[in-house]
């Protein structure tokens, strides 16, 4: 923020971002002359840093938070250190994977004095400032993986995009993987997915492999129009699905999604009235807890918006967990499972697709829920009894700030909106710390919970101001003109005026 005082009439520019969320909107510090988040993020990148004795081709760095003085900077004696250990486990939790998911394991793990260590390939992944440590390198690489999961208790994802040969190798040398590679195995093969529960009698859309042209053509003949490809891997947020509406436009859909070497396989299309998800909890004990039913709500193939908890009849709701738990029931290992669901409008509840990790459609839980999903997670894996997952509140929304722009445009249209968002009763932002803005990016969230969904509905369109909504692009003051009094301003608004000269929008105090 820009200060221009009367007494002095000196100019101050910092860019605080730990004040973000403790200011109103009027005074937010916001950024001058392109200070950004992306720099702001190299500055802090003051881990020690030591590197990994995996492989000569591939070394990744080992990025340590702490100072020497609060641990061994031999990440390979500390594994092995139990009186360094002072949490509710010993076990040290590695997460394949250092995202926004990742990031809020760590924040859960805090509250119970567990540590997190990530491998990212990022070296300012959103985890990396809050694990316990961060291991700069490919999830992808067996021996980077190797290296990792020796410094680790038990090994975890928040991606099922990982090699699984590499995890299934791991398992056979005695590592403890959660949930087990046989799990993800069958989950990152969506149509390994459907084939797996078909054969436990749980309800799906019907669906069928296709390998060339023909076969697309009989499955529409089959199943008719709109007919649904998808990906059988690295299908995620809206990738790696494709919707033919005719027979016309099949060989359109299977070139945007790469051709049948890539792998394809086409659904029946799902009547749905209702996409629901529940989130189950495993323990290594087998016991299973199901959270309650909620509504997700996507635009662009991209999850929007979550309702808890879903505004159906108990029947379907019951419908929903029984097909949930029966789902989970079928795989191997502990942790959190997102299971997505299509409610149609004969009331039939059919299995969309399931995720072996928390998920975006339990965020609200950190708020809502006695248990969030991420601190249930970390449950789950290190073999501690599962929590309540029963809402605490009557109803939550939880809706997700995607980017609107590319790059700064982008941040200042997200740093408005929350500042609107914590303006709301029983709001609460979350801010990832990515440092790149894109448009449709995942960039944080905002849960609100209150007396009911109705009425949260309405402060979240106040919050969006969906009549103006356009409006966000606007400039927010980044100079703020401060007066000792009235007195002072013939001499302060010359100064105005030249700040609006170039361009540099002002606010008078």
């Known amino acids: 923020m820009a200060v221009f005082s009367s007494s002095n009439f000196e100019a101050v520019f910092s860019f605080e971002r730990s004040q973000f969320l403790s200011r109103p909107p009027s005074s937010l510090s916001l950024r001058f002359f392109s200070v950004s988040i992306a720099a702001d993020n190299r500055n802090r990148n ?13 070394n990744p760095t080992f990025a340590c938070r702490a100072s020497c003085d609060s641990h061994e900077t031999d990440s ?21 994977g250092g995202g926004q998911l990742g990031r809020m394991l760590c924040q859960a793990a805090s509250k119970m004095a567990i540590k997190v260590m990530v491998l990212d390939p990022s070296e300012n992944c959103p985890a990396s400032a809050l694990a316990y440590d961060h291991m700069v390198g490919s999830f992808d690489d067996s021996a980077t993986v190797e290296e990792f999961a020796k410094r680790c208790g038990v090994l975890t994802v928040e ?27 069958i989950i990152q093969d969506k ?16 669906f069928m492999e296709i390998n060339n042209l023909e076969e697309t053509k009989r499955a529409g003949e089959l199943y008719g129009y709109p007919l649904m490809i998808k990906s059988k891997r690295l299908a995620y947020d809206g990738r790696g699905n494709a919707v033919a509406k005719s027979e ?41 807890l199901c959270y309650p039913v ?33 789902a989970i029931s079928s795989l191997e290992g502990a942790g959190v499972f997102a299971v997505e669901l299509f409610l149609t409008r004969d009331g039939q509840i059919l299995l969309n697709e399931v995720a072996p990790r928390p998920h ?48 700064e445009p982008g941040f200042k249209v997200a740093h408005q909106l929350i500042a609107r968002a914590l303006e709301i009763p029983g709001a609460t932002a979350h801010w990832y710390d990515k440092t790149e803005m894109r448009r449709q990016r995942k960039m944080g969230h905002v849960t609100l919970v209150g007396p009911s ?39 302060m608004k010359d100064a105005a005026r030249i700040l609006n000269m170039f361009g540099v929008s002002t606010e008078v105090w």
């Open 191 to 206: 149509y390994l997915q459907k084939v797996h529960f078909s054969r436990y009698g749980i309800p799906l859309p019907e």
């Open 453 to 491: 969904v109705g009425v949260l509905e309405a402060r979240l369109k106040s919050m969006l101001r969906e009549e103006g909504y356009e409006n966000l692009n606007e400039a927010a003051p980044r100079v703020g003109i401060v007066m000792g009094s009235d007195s002072d301003l013939p001499v």
């Open 159 to 185: 991606t099922e995009h990982v090699d699984v040969a590499t995890l299934e190798k791991l398992e056979q040398q005695g590592i403890d993987c959660e949930p087990k590679a046989s799990t993800i195995r």
């Open 76 to 96: 390979s004696h500390r594994k092995d250190d139990d009186s360094s250990v002072h949490g509710l486990s010993k076990k040290i939790v590695g997460v394949l």
């Open 248 to 288: 016309g436009e099949l060989s359109s859909a299977i070139d945007v999604l790469g051709g049948f070497g890539h792998g394809l396989y086409v659904e029946k299309w799902a009547p749905f009235i209702k996409e629901l998800a529940v989130i189950v909890a495993r323990g290594r004990d087998n016991s299973i």
């Open 294 to 326: 909620v509504e997700t709500i996507h635009k662009e193939n991209i999850c929007h918006m979550v309702k808890a908890p879903v505004d159906v009849p108990w029947r379907i709701r019951k419908l929903a967990n029984d097909v949930a738990y029966k």
């Open 46 to 58: 003051h881990r020690l840093r030591h590197s990994s004795s995996s492989s000569k081709l591939y």
């Open 360 to 407: 975006n459609s339990g965020h609200h839980t950190i708020e809502s829920c006695y248990t969030s999903q991420f601190e249930q997670h970390l449950r789950a894996v290190v073999g501690l009894p599962l929590g309540d997952p029963s809402m605490k509140t009557p109803a939550a929304i939880m809706y997700n700030l995607l980017g609107e722009d590319e790059g």
